[in-house]
C-alpha cells in the first residue's frame, strides 16, 4: 500500500488476535486490531487461564512447548504466570502408559520436569483427594495459569507503544478487494489493509462469509465456578484434570486461583449443540452446579467449608477435529488467514496460533513450526461439525 510496510488488519481482541498482532508487530508489520466489543470481552475473558503441556499427543505437546516459549518471554514484559503445576489423573494401566509415553515426548520437546505420580504421592500434594479409583497421575510443575484478560490487556499495550492500533467497539461488517487491497466496512468507518487475520473466536465463521468464504466452528458452552472455603488450605493445589485427554465423559477441572478460594469447570468431551454467540446463555445453570458438586463430592469431599460463588459460561470455539484452523482458508487468497477454533485450549494455543499467523502472513507458510501445515483449514478439516 505505498508504506513499505505491510498492513494488517487482526480481526479479533482476544488471546488468539492479539498474539497474533504481537507476532506481526515483532516481524514488521504496520497492525491495526478491531474488535466488536472491548479486549477479551469474547470466550478469552471467561475463561480459567490453564496453560499446560500434560498431553499424551506429541504434536499437542510440539505446539504447548512454543506457546510456553512465547509466555515465558511475556512475562518478562509484566505477564503473571502462575507456575502452579498441573495433574491429570489416570484410572487405570492403559491411562498410565499413555502418560509414559508422555514424559518421553514432553523429554523431547525440552521438558524434563513432569513425572508420573502415585496414589500416595498424589495424596502428598493434594492432601484433599480422594484416590480410591486412581492409578496414577500425570504431573508438570511448570505448567500453570494466567489471567487471559490481563495477557491480552498486556499485549495490546505493547502493540500500541509499537506503533500499531487497536481500536475497541469496532465491528466489522463487510470486505472487499479492489486491486490487491482490502478495504473492509467497520462500524466506525472504513479501513483499508494488504493483509488479514480473522481471529473473531466463535464469531468467526460469520467473518470468513463476509470475505466469501465458509468457515465451520461450533460454539460449545462451557461453565465454571469459584469455590470458596471457609479457611485458605495450608498448601497450594496444583491444578487438577480428572480426565486423560482423548477419553470420553465428563471430567472435573480445578484449580486454586488465591487463598481460600478455587475455580472449577466441568470438562465435557461429549457432543453438545453449538450456541449462538450474540444469544447464548452466558450464566451458570442449577444442574452445572448439581454435577459440579457431585464430582466434587467424589474426588475432594473434605475441603474445608466450601461453597459454590460466582459462576458464568462461556464459549469453546471448536473446530471439526479439536485442534485450531491455523492459516489462509483459500490457497488462492493467502492475504486471508483464519487463526480460530482452538476449543478449549485457546489461552495455552493462543501464544503459539499467533505466532503461525504471523508466519503465514509474512512468509505465506508456518515457518516457525513446519509441522503446523497440518493446522491449515483444508477441506478436509474445515468441514460441518455435527
Ligand atoms: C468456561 C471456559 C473455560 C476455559 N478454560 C480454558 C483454559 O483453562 N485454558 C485454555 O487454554 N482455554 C480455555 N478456554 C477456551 C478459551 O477461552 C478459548 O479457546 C479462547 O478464548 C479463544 O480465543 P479467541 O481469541 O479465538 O476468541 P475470543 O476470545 O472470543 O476473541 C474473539 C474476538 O473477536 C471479536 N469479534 C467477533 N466478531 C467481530 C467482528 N465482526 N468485528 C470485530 N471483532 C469481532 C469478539 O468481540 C472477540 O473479542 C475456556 C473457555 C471457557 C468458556
Redesign the pocket.
Known amino acids: 500500500m505505498g508504506t513499505g510496510r505491510q498492513k494488517v488488519v487482526v480481526?479479533?481482541?482476544?488471546?488468539?488476535?492479539?498474539s497474533a498482532a504481537w507476532n506481526l508487530q515483532q516481524r514488521g508489520a504496520d497492525v491495526t486490531v478491531?474488535?466488536?466489543?472491548?479486549?477479551?470481552?469474547?470466550?478469552?475473558?471467561?475463561?480459567?487461564?490453564?496453560?499446560g503441556t500434560q498431553h499424551v499427543d506429541d504434536f499437542e505437546i510440539l505446539i504447548r512447548t512454543h506457546s510456553l516459549r512465547q509466555l515465558r518471554q511475556w512475562t518478562a514484559h509484566g505477564l503473571t504466570f502462575h507456575a502452579i503445576g498441573y495433574m491429570r489423573m489416570g484410572r487405570d494401566a492403559r491411562d498410565m502408559a499413555l502418560f509414559e509415553k508422555s514424559l518421553f515426548m514432553q523429554k523431547a520437546h525440552g521438558i524434563t520436569s513432569a513425572q508420573l505420580l502415585d496414589p500416595a504421592a498424589i495424596r502428598a500434594r493434594v492432601p484433599h483427594m480422594n484416590v480410591d479409583g486412581l492409578a496414577g497421575a500425570l504431573f508438570g510443575p511448570e505448567d500453570g495459569?494466567l489471567d487471559?484478560h490481563q495477557m491480552?490487556t498486556l499485549l495490546a499495550e505493547h502493540v500500541k507503544a509499537g506503533g500499531g492500533t487497536v481500536r475497541q467497539n469496532?465491528?466489522?461488517?463487510g470486505a472487499e478487494m479492489k486491486g490487491n487491497v482490502w478495504h473492509l466496512a467497520?462500524s466506525a468507518g472504513a479501513v483499508t489493509c494488504d493483509a488479514v487475520v480473522n481471529?473473531?473466536?466463535?464469531?468467526?465463521p460469520?467473518?470468513a462469509t463476509?470475505f466469501g468464504q465458509r468457515l465451520h466452528v461450533l460454539p460449545e458452552?462451557?461453565?465454571?465456578v469459584t469455590i470458596h472455603l471457609s479457611e485458605p488450605l495450608p498448601y497450594t493445589m496444583p491444578m487438577v484434570m480428572d480426565l486423560v485427554q482423548g477419553g470420553t465423559g465428563t471430567g472435573l477441572?480445578v484449580?486454586h486461583d488465591r487463598p481460600g478460594q478455587l475455580i472449577t469447570?466441568i470438562h465435557k468431551v461429549s457432543p453438545t449443540a453449538g450456541e449462538n454467540?450474540d444469544s447464548y446463555n452466558d450464566q451458570l445453570d442449577e444442574a452445572a452446579k448439581d454435577q459440579l458438586a457431585e464430582l466434587l463430592l467424589e474426588r475432594m469431599p473434605d475441603l474445608p467449608g466450601a461453597s459454590f460463588g460466582r459462576g458464568?459460561?462461556?464459549?469453546?470455539?471448536k473446530s471439526s477435529d479439536g485442534r485450531p484452523y491455523v492459516g489462509p482458508i483459500d490457497p488462492a487468497e493467502p492475504s486471508l488467514v483464519t487463526?480460530?477454533?482452538?476449543?478449549?485450549?485457546?489461552?495455552?494455543?493462543?501464544p503459539v496460533?499467533g505466532q503461525l499467523a504471523a508466519d503465514w502472513i509474512i512468509d505465506g507458510a508456518p515457518t516457525s513450526i513446519p509441522e503446523a501445515r497440518r493446522l491449515l483449514p483444508t477441506p478436509d478439516r474445515n468441514r460441518p461439525i455435527a
Open positions: 480481526i479479533g481482541a482476544g488471546t488468539l488476535g492479539m478491531l474488535d466488536q466489543g472491548g479486549i477479551a470481552s469474547g470466550s478469552s475473558g471467561r475463561s480459567v487461564g490453564v496453560v495459569f487471559p491480552c469496532c465491528k466489522v461488517t467497520t481471529a473473531a473466536g466463535a464469531w468467526a460469520a467473518v463476509l458452552r462451557h461453565q465454571a477441572n484449580r469447570e454467540p458464568w459460561a462461556g464459549l469453546y470455539p487463526a480460530a477454533g482452538a476449543g478449549g485450549y485457546g489461552i495455552q494455543l493462543g496460533i
